[in-house]
């Protein structure tokens, strides 16, 4: 029997609202329907986190802002022999894989103590390299230069009895200890009085290693006082 056509729009209205009134009991009967509930969050949809809800950050990544005339800085050391360490300060990367300035061994910035300007980034090799290379660059070091040190692989083995002392002049407590493929981050400075603060070891354990062969990766931030033009040398106040 051929349905009349008034009557099979209402059908189709019928639908229309039954179709609805069905959607509405799964997805919430808030105003708005199911569809826009879903696209605007409501009823459990996933939304992004805003700038309110995010925790928010400072520079190099830091949970707080630095006082007045402190430095921000976050060191991470290389990951076993694939992943690069890096060096940040003021919101500024100063070593990482990325920049291609960094090496199997130690990675060190000198940064002005005073201005926390950069003044010079190298790596050295401390499994296959000339220690002596190493020495020449802190033997020289002028007073009130931070010294910031993230390893990457071995950071030991070339590493002698001057080198050991010449870190813990300039703050270091386990420049002594370290050992083959033991990972370390450390900042210090030249003419820094006690130890500094700011320093990790992580030592090379088969039976604790994260990494086949190697520790786990280290990470460190913190805020280091800017030293005043003309001081004398720095005192225990972090650095």
Same mark, same amino acid.
């Given at each position: 029997?051929?349905?009349?056509?008034?009557?099979?729009?209402?059908?189709?209205?019928? /639908?229309?609202?039954?179709?609805?009134?069905?959607?509405?009991?799964?997805?919430?009967?808030?105003?708005?329907?199911?569809?826009?509930?879903?696209?605007?969050?409501?009823?459990?949809?996933?939304?992004?986190?805003?700038?309110?809800?995010?925790?928010? %950050?400072? =520079?190099?990544?830091?949970?707080?802002?630095?006082?007045? %005339?402190?430095?921000?800085?976050?060191?991470?050391?290389?990951?076993?022999? &694939?992943?690069?360490?890096?060096?940040?300060?003021?919101? =500024?990367?100063? &070593?990482?894989?990325?920049?291609?300035?960094?090496?199997?061994? /130690?990675?060190?910035?000198? &940064?002005?103590?005073?201005?926390?300007?950069?003044?010079?980034? =190298?790596?050295?090799?401390?499994?296959?390299?000339?220690? #002596?290379?190493?020495?020449?660059?802190?033997? &020289?070091?002028?007073?009130?230069?931070?010294? /910031?040190?993230?390893?990457?692989?071995?950071?030991?083995?070339?590493?002698?009895?001057?080198?050991?002392?010449?870190?813990?002049?300039?703050?270091?407590?386990?420049?002594? %200890?370290?050992?083959?493929?033991? #990972?370390?981050?450390?900042?210090?400075?030249?003419?820094?009085?006690?130890?500094?603060?700011?320093? *990790? /070891?992580?030592?090379?354990?088969?039976? #604790?290693?994260?990494?086949?062969?190697?520790?786990?990766?280290?990470?460190?931030?913190?805020?280091?006082?800017?030293?005043?033009?003309?001081?004398?040398?720095?005192? *225990?106040?972090?650095?």
């Amino acid at each position: 029997m051929r349905i009349p056509g008034p009557f099979r729009v209402l059908v189709v209205l019928l /639908l229309v609202v039954l179709s609805w009134l069905v959607g509405s009991a799964l997805f919430g009967g808030e105003s708005g329907s199911p569809l826009i509930n879903f696209f605007t969050g409501k009823r459990g949809a996933s939304v992004e986190p805003t700038s309110e809800t995010r925790p928010r %950050k400072y =520079k190099c990544g830091l949970s707080a802002p630095c006082p007045p %005339k402190h430095l921000a800085f976050r060191l991470v050391s290389g990951a076993a022999n &694939v992943i690069g360490p890096k060096i940040c300060l003021e919101d =500024k990367i100063l &070593v990482s894989s990325v920049m291609n300035n960094v090496g199997r061994g /130690l990675n060190i910035a000198l &940064v002005n103590g005073v201005t926390g300007e950069l003044m010079e980034s =190298k790596s050295f090799d401390m499994w296959a390299g000339d220690i #002596t290379v190493l020495l020449k660059f802190l033997r &020289v070091l002028h007073e009130g230069t931070l010294v /910031l040190v993230a390893s990457w692989d071995d950071a030991a083995t070339k590493m002698d009895d001057e080198a050991r002392r010449l870190f813990e002049e300039l703050g270091s407590s386990v420049a002594k %200890k370290l050992a083959f493929r033991d #990972t370390w981050v450390f900042v210090g400075a030249k003419g820094i009085e006690n130890k500094t603060p700011f320093e *990790q /070891l992580m030592k090379n354990n088969k039976n #604790t290693n994260k990494y086949e062969g190697w520790p786990e990766s280290l990470e460190m931030d913190g805020c280091i006082p800017l030293r005043p033009p003309g001081a004398r040398p720095l005192e *225990q106040e972090g650095v």
